[in-house]
């Protein structure tokens, strides 16, 4: 895979500071905005990144580039993918994958027609500590409840208080908790137990944004908790209740590092977690061999089940009533 970084954020430094050591990627450039080069030279030299962009035109003529990774804030991942796949290159997006259901829709669309594989980059599907949870389940019996908390105080609300709004809680910018931390939750929850059959979602609201909120979803024979917060912290945790026992994840549903199983007979048994590896290698290693493989197959079921997670996002903000700037845009 030959890749094209659009971003120089958190999240790309995170990926750039072990992308050396997937053999199947071949990092090519990074786009970057004027005003930050001097952080991009900075990257571009540490890392020793072959091409340095500040045009995003000029990126996706690049004809030695196959695939883009799009790391922007989550309102400018529609506008990033549609233009690289309007330029026939395949598509790696951040989560949440879009700001609701119809862009991702249209997106998928055109995917399609280009002939472009097009991922959402979603670190808990792609951990071998998950398919290890979901080859577990039948022991827990007949499932009940399932409850999944992802707290945690951001210092980006210190300033939120202060009446300076960052990207994380702007809702111009598809922002939020369950944009940004609960919707790890969701792909958890969902790519075990697939569509729930209803939706609702509790939210704490201040200048229009979830802060923190909590979303029911309703299953046929159980229910689920998902609870999302950047304003207040708890231990973070979640667990798998069934009639023989439970499955109990300490730490965020993104990492899956320490996940034990408890069965009512008193017997206690850690599952199988993934090598120390970086929480984003073994998504980044999969969706780079997917590529190259041209597996439109497993491109496709991957995307199912992105658009279960961003129907249930989409319908949970409606719920709660939280509206979008790209939204109101569009009424
Ligand atoms: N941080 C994490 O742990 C994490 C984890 C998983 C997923 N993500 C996802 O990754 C995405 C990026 O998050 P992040 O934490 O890396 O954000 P970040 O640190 O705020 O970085 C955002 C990047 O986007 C660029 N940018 C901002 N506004 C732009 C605009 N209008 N046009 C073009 N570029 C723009 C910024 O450029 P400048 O450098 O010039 O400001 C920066 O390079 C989000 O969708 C987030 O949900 C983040």
Same mark, same amino acid.
């Given at each position: ?5 659009? !971003?120089?954020?958190?999240? /790309? ?5 072990? @992308? ?10 990074? =786009? ?37 990774? /799009? ?28 700001? $609701? ?38 022991? =827990? ?40 931390? $609960? /919707? ?28 923190? !909120? ?10 689920? /908790?998902?609870? !999302? ?15 023989? !026992? ?17 069965? $009512? ?7 199988? @977690? ?11 290693? $999969? ?21 279960? @997670? ?22």
């Amino acid at each position: 895979m030959k890749l094209g970084i659009i !971003g120089s954020g958190m999240i /790309v430094q995170d990926l750039l500071s072990f @992308v050396d050591t997937i053999e199947e990627i071949n990092l090519i450039a990074i =786009l970057g905005r004027k005003k930050s080069q001097e952080k991009i030279e900075a990257l571009t030299n540490k890392y020793q990144i072959k091409k340095t962009y500040y045009n995003y035109d000029d990126l996706l003529n690049d004809d030695e580039i196959d695939t883009v990774y /799009v790391a922007l804030p989550n309102h400018l991942h529609y506008e990033y993918t549609k233009k690289a796949l309007l330029h026939n290159k395949h598509v790696i997006c951040e989560k949440p994958f879009t700001s $609701n259901i119809d862009e991702l829709d249209e997106l998928i669309t055109l995917s399609k027609e280009r002939k472009c594989l097009l991922f959402e980059a979603i670190t808990n599907q792609y951990l071998p500590t998950y398919k290890n949870i979901k080859d577990r389940l039948s022991e =827990l019996g007949k499932i009940s409840l399932i409850s999944c908390n992802y707290s945690q105080y951001s210092s980006r609300y210190n300033a939120f208080k202060k009446g300076e709004i960052l990207p994380v809680f702007d809702i111009n910018m598809s922002g939020g908790a369950l944009m940004d931390l $609960n /919707v790890y939750n969701l792909h958890f929850v969902i790519g075990l137990f697939g569509k729930p059959e209803n939706v609702e979602y509790f939210a704490n609201i201040e200048r229009g944004i979830d802060t923190s !909120g909590i979303i029911i979803l309703e299953y046929p024979t159980f229910k689920a /908790v998902c609870i !999302g917060a950047k304003d207040c912290a708890a231990p973070i945790s979640s667990t798998i209740q069934g009639d023989l !026992g439970c499955i109990k994840i300490e730490g965020p549903t993104s990492v899956l590092s320490d996940v034990k199983i408890i069965k $009512n007979d008193k017997i206690n048994e850690s599952i199988e @977690v993934n090598s120390n590896n970086h929480r984003m290698y073994d998504e980044f290693k $999969n969706i780079s061999k997917y590529i190259d493989n041209r597996d439109f197959n497993t491109c496709d079921l991957m995307l199912e089940h992105s658009k279960i @997670v961003m129907d249930v996002l989409t319908k949970a903000r409606k719920s709660a009533n939280i509206i979008f700037g790209c939204e109101k845009d569009a009424k």
